[in-house]
Each structure stands twice: as C-alpha cells, then as structure tokens.
C-alpha cells in the first residue's frame, strides 16, 4: 500500500469552470450555473441539494433572518432522501468558499450582504490569485531547466 506523502497533497484546491452567460428569468439555473462554475457542484450531477439550500439562503438574506438547520430543510422544495447531516456537509462546502458564515441565529449568505464582493474580494483575491502565482513558480522552474 502507498503512502501519501504530506507534500503532494493540495493546500487548497478550487476548479474553475465558464458557461454561457446566465438567463436570469430562471434563478435555480443561475444559482446552478454559479455553484458549478466554482466547482461546488460537478457537471452533470444529478443530486443538486446544494442549489436549494443556497437559493433559500439567498432568499433568507432578503428578509436579513438566519436560518437555522431545521428551517433550512422545510425550505427545501423536494425533500425526499435529504438528511440533516447531508445539508450540514453542503452548508460546510459553503462555507469554506466564505458564502455562507454560521451565526448564532443559524445560517446566513456572508454578513447578507452580495455575493460579487465575495468573489472579487475572497475568492480571486485569495485563491484564485496565489494559485496562478504558484503555478507561476511552477512554470518559471521548468523554464529554468
């Protein structure tokens, strides 16, 4: 059996994807289409449950009330097979890409506010930038050669 060696494994790890641009009249297919274009959700996947549960934070930040667990699966449309476990490791996903923070009223879209900061300030500032400056590095070393 091999052993995985501490150095080979990602410090952080993000997939990036474009499409078309979005049609708006149909938010469920917009918030798909962003969940997939930061890799939160894989081409194809039929198990969508992360959708629902960021379109009804999405909706909750509207009204500027957390949503605690229980509410946030009555507020998923189609229930069937869903466990609270489940939606807590989709709301863990969320969270570490900082859209979505725990506070102590439940859970909510990062401070209610909008979700472009989040991308420009967070995630290209933080991951996207330093990954293609390493991969930079990576590149400048193989030139070297």
Do not use: C
Request: glycine residues 4%; positive net charge; charged residues 35%.
């Amino acid at each position: 059996m091999a052993k995985t060696r501490l150095k080979d494994l990602p410090l952080q790890e993000i997939t990036l994807r474009k499409y078309e641009l979005p049609d708006v009249s149909n938010t469920h297919e917009v918030a798909k289409k962003f969940l997939l274009s930061m890799g939160l959700l894989q081409p194809g996947e039929s198990r969508d449950i992360i959708v629902d549960i960021f379109l009804a934070l999405l909706t909750a930040r509207e009204s500027k009330q957390p949503l605690e667990l229980a509410a946030l699966v009555d507020k998923i449309p189609d229930k069937k097979g869903i466990s609270e476990s489940n939606v807590r490791r989709q709301l863990r996903r969320l969270k570490n890409f900082k859209l979505v923070e725990k506070v102590s009223g439940g859970y909510r879209i990062a401070e209610f506010g909008s979700l472009e900061p989040i991308v420009d300030d967070y995630i290209h500032s933080f991951i996207v930038k330093p990954s293609v400056e390493r991969l930079k590095e990576y590149a400048k070393a193989l030139d070297k050669k």
